[in-house]
């Protein structure tokens, strides 16, 4: 959910048309595994970038689709049937996964991409998985000869369309250059993060803040309206003091305080509670590897938890302030 | 500690020039109660304002210091033994005490306000205290025939030094605008909340998201150091993303990210941990009174609090960043 | 909800006949102020036990309902329009009230016990209120000359009607002396837990503890079963091990581990959850008073507010299990 | 730390000379992995029953000390340098390994247990990891044709050497029927607990609700004991009444009130701080996966890393009642 407040320019799309303009044939190969809702879109971004595509997916469905996207374009998609075949053609290689198991399994188990990868491939894993398994890998990777960063997004399904995702990258100086060119293909901010695993790192903590900063902001609006507060009066409090943060001033919580914000559509359309109770379990887990006392962060993964458990976790997060409050009738 | 982003502008200080021109003598009668570290200089802005003074404390040597102050300023600066004594002289009554049993009886004991009130003076609560016992007490007054606000504020000792506070005004529009103008001698910002009771709505309410968001952040960036995250380039990310916030951006709690905040110079003058474990405290006590949970908040207190039983209690409240990390040596 | 677990005995009702059969006129007038679910129950068994009763409420029918039980008892039931009249005729007050302001109000306002309270008459506060407030009223009410005790109570109305209460009595052992002789015709245990106050503190810490061990054998039961484990091995292996408590072994809140508890008769005939709110409620406000952290403590006072604001108020506070597991279809 | 109520009794070692008295020659033999602490003991203990060991350790000096220990009971003690080698020779294979990921290695690397399990070998885990893991690894070990059980222990060192361990088993009843038979000569109580992993499951549950437990006796106790309540007095009326609990009863928190716990002795020798941790951690990863709430549990955690952080890691776990009451000189 990082990263929601850039703003969506136009620039990018030009760029994109720049490089539609060279010939296919001298891109290097790219292969994407993973084609789900947002891999889709990503990947047919790299078609579009010029990039001739080899692609691994369970659903073939999926596959199909992506290649008539990408004919649209004039990209050449070609489909591999394990990661092994996928590796042994491409120079660059794209994952997004939902969870750590399916990534180490497609780079370590024994059809994984590491059984054949070209020395000197450059790969970037885009899933949002736990910083100790990303930086393990990328060592792994390292010892195999071929070159890693973690690059997990933000921006959501219409970002992985639209283009302008935001990538926080974590790996060395000379890596980063390297993938950036192709990032950019697919995203609008692409972040240097630091070494191997810090892109999941300041994913982790990004969206650990976050959390806790919009229940803090869902707390204090439920008590100031349950003392007859006017929300309005009291989020514009908050937002010129000092507890003015992105949760009270971009994307309140509360119905109708600001316009085309999940809370004033029936907190639909936004990042799920499902979601940020996945990256907050991979805060604490990560918390817990090292011992860092996360006291409102766990707390935060309880409350979104028990909103699951009561049925709303496909509704935005900040459904937490309609949890809160006094429910009408039940 | 609402408000402290405020740009102090020497604005006012030129208003208070202009003021100061006008004889006392055509001035109201304003009395003050409570000279402590706050109410002294409060008390010394509405003498140099040009108001003939009454003041009532148990503290001898203050009123002295008091008197003094003002005689700078030409001002004339009486002593009443008692509440009551004062009542009878003022037009006007600024109370500024450190907690609601305090000011309950400070108004409502048998030498207290209320026994000698003139009609029609108004009453300027400026304590933080309790919303409910604020509430109730406003009706009270009213029931006297006098007129009564809220008012509490934030800007601490510097802002009321400086004439800079900030405060929040719970009470009629009629009442509202008959204290801003007395308001605006010991302050820069004077936000009128909704009725009675509601600036110390606003107020507690303001705190809790703060305290919230001030520990979230120093989860994140503690989670993110213990990674070997840079906590400067992590900041700055936060700091353009969603998990920004005053906290992060204005105030952060971790040593040597920002120049001139409390973290960077040991945590000390800022706001203190015991104080925001009091705001916290009135905010527990308010939410109880409603049930509205505060999951967060209710954490936050135990945590501030538990800061202080190891003897932090002095310390910024961003100290709570040095209390999860891992102690070096202990 | 202390001491539930006391063994009902027909020992009671034997003293309780030898009583009966002394005559009234040789016994102390008893004053009783608060006749509610159960004080109406406890004035009874007082006027079983021989004494003439002064009662005060300010619902005239209850007040004719316990002049009729105690006709049957051959008692004789006074009525006072105030506080002060009662305190005038009585040698003993037994006040049973909903919370500290009432307490305050029935004792020390204009016409409260204080204003005409007998020398050497014994006060005895069973209501449950916060432990400061007990203390320093006990302070006053010996300051007045009379004596004092409080004594909250456990076990329910059913505890009230049968005359088998536990009370936690705190003052001096002579008052506690005194007043042990009367609470006996209402209660089974009478316990002294030390000076003025400390019956409230014992009620308190015990309901906090008792609270958050519930919440504890709750989810440590939801995670099993969500594992698959059959609920009464689980119970069965954590009542011989060092999970062992009340809340398991006597109470426990899985449907169909126990026979005749709440959980299995749909969380009905309990202690409520809005009466344990109200009780953590107390406790957090004691412990922000010492400043003593109760981090699970708040804790389960947010999750009890939570409960309530989802409708489960009037439930048996071991509903807290089925408010964490995975809600069927909602 | 379950089941550490368990009296010990000499009947054991009655049975344990009994078995010593039938020649080893007849028995089968049992391999042995993980020889640390606790491991140590446990092997020696199976070879005091006349059972042939081949043990596999990375350490060579504890693996010559199982030896000279078994060399006095007449006991056989082989090496093997890898999982495989030994797996090649065992009947019966006991693991006590640190977590999750060496239990994994051992079983399932290249050169581990099941590279070379004999068909209708019983294979017992005995360390103490994540419930899922076992459930997971106990489908591969019964696809190998091997037979599993995990059988997470309590009753820590002393425990370990005296052979009076519990043992929590999860398996079917034929293998749990298997397992008994070599548990009991290292244990006292071996439970059956249900399917593979819930041996797990009950350890992690029993353990979560345990701290939960411990932590709300400390508060309670310390909120009393700041109220100025003798703490023996508090802890004999918690004992008779609805807060009673182990960790009140049997291992009380405050120091004096209970001869002979870790509290009465600075808080040593018990169940320390930091596994204490890593068993919540497994609660907290094991509820995670579930998305099963544990508000309080995962607070406790949070705790004990806190805890840790200060330095305390070492402390017994009943430590909590020290690091939340007022620190004397900090």
Not at 206 to 228: D, H, K, R, Y
Not at 263 to 268: E, I, L, P
Request: glycine share 10%.
């Amino acid at each position: 959910m990082l990263s929601v407040v850039a703003k969506r320019s136009t620039l990018l799309r030009q760029n994109v048309n720049c490089i539609r303009q060279s010939s296919s044939a001298s891109k290097p190969i790219v292969g994407f595994i993973g084609l789900g809702n947002m891999g889709a879109f990503m990947a047919s971004n790299l078609a579009r970038g010029g990039h001739p595509l080899v692609v691994h997916d369970l659903d073939h469905q999926v596959v199909e689709k992506v290649k008539e996207r990408a004919r649209g374009h004039g990209g050449i998609v070609d489909y591999a049937k394990t990661p092994k075949e996928l590796a042994a053609k491409a120079d660059y290689i794209v994952t997004m996964l939902p969870s750590s198991p399916h990534v180490l399994s497609v780079y370590t188990s024994e059809n994984g991409i590491l059984s054949a990868v070209k020395k000197n491939a450059l790969l970037m894993d885009t899933s949002t998985i736990d910083p100790t398994v990303a930086r393990d890998l990328a060592k792994t990777v390292h010892q195999s000869g071929a070159a890693m960063v973690d690059a997990p997004v933000s921006g959501g399904v219409g970002g992985a369309e639209a283009g302008t995702l935001t990538f926080m990258v974590g790996g060395s100086v000379e890596n980063f250059q390297r993938a950036e060119t192709l990032l950019k293909l697919m995203g609008k901010n692409i972040v240097h993060c630091g070494e191997a695993g810090s892109g999941q790192v300041v994913k982790v903590c990004n969206n650990l803040a976050l959390a806790i900063e919009m229940i803090g902001v869902a707390e204090a609006m439920n008590l100031g309206v349950s003392f007859g507060m006017d929300p309005k009066i009291l989020a514009g409090i908050f937002n010129t003091s000092s507890a003015r943060c992105w949760s009270s001033d971009t994307y309140n919580p509360v119905p109708g305080v600001m316009p085309n914000v999940p809370a004033s559509r029936g907190y639909t359309g936004g990042f799920g509670v499902d979601l940020m109770a996945k990256d907050l379990g991979l805060a604490s887990s990560a918390a817990n590897a090292v011992r860092a006392p996360i006291p409102l962060g766990s707390q935060a993964l309880q409350l979104y938890n028990m909103i699951s458990a009561h049925g709303g976790g496909k509704k935005d997060f900040s459904f937490v302030y309609d949890f809160l409050k006094k429910q009408s009738e039940k």
